[in-house]
């Protein structure tokens, strides 16, 4: 089944900006920490934001003052993309961490979107 599932990546132009949505399936148990990762061509998967159930964020360095994450209802976290260059090039995938019914950790993945930034 499919538990996590991201939209509104695209094709913008430099400077341009996205808003990315990952949706949490209802099923997952307890949603803790809701992540943004992005894979470049030939490149490692790297975290580009993370929130907490606190609300306590992380950014990486290089989306640090353009990129914003935030949380709706536990249940969906957004990355609103500003000021897009072109080395933001990616598939985002979303992670969400959640504990199961007997309170293990569970990790879920979305198959990811495509966020194009060139001229």
């Known amino acids: 089944q499919v538990h996590v599932v991201e939209s509104g990546g695209g094709l913008v132009q430099p400077g341009g900006s996205l808003r990315l949505s990952c949706a949490a399936s209802e099923t997952i148990f307890s949603i803790n920490t809701m992540a943004w990762y992005r894979q470049g061509p030939g490149a490692q998967r790297e975290l580009v934001a993370e929130?907490?159930?606190?609300?306590?964020t992380y950014y990486a360095d290089s989306v640090k003052g353009r990129f914003t994450i935030s949380r709706s209802y536990n249940k969906t976290v957004y990355l609103q993309m500003n000021s897009l260059k072109p080395e933001d090039t990616a598939v985002y995938y979303c992670?969400?961490?959640?504990?199961?019914?007997?309170?293990?950790?569970?990790?879920?993945w979305g198959q990811g979107t495509q966020v194009t930034v060139s001229s």
């Open positions: 929130i907490h159930t606190t609300d306590i």
């Open positions: 992670k969400v961490e959640s504990l199961g019914s007997n309170l293990s950790r569970l990790d879920y």
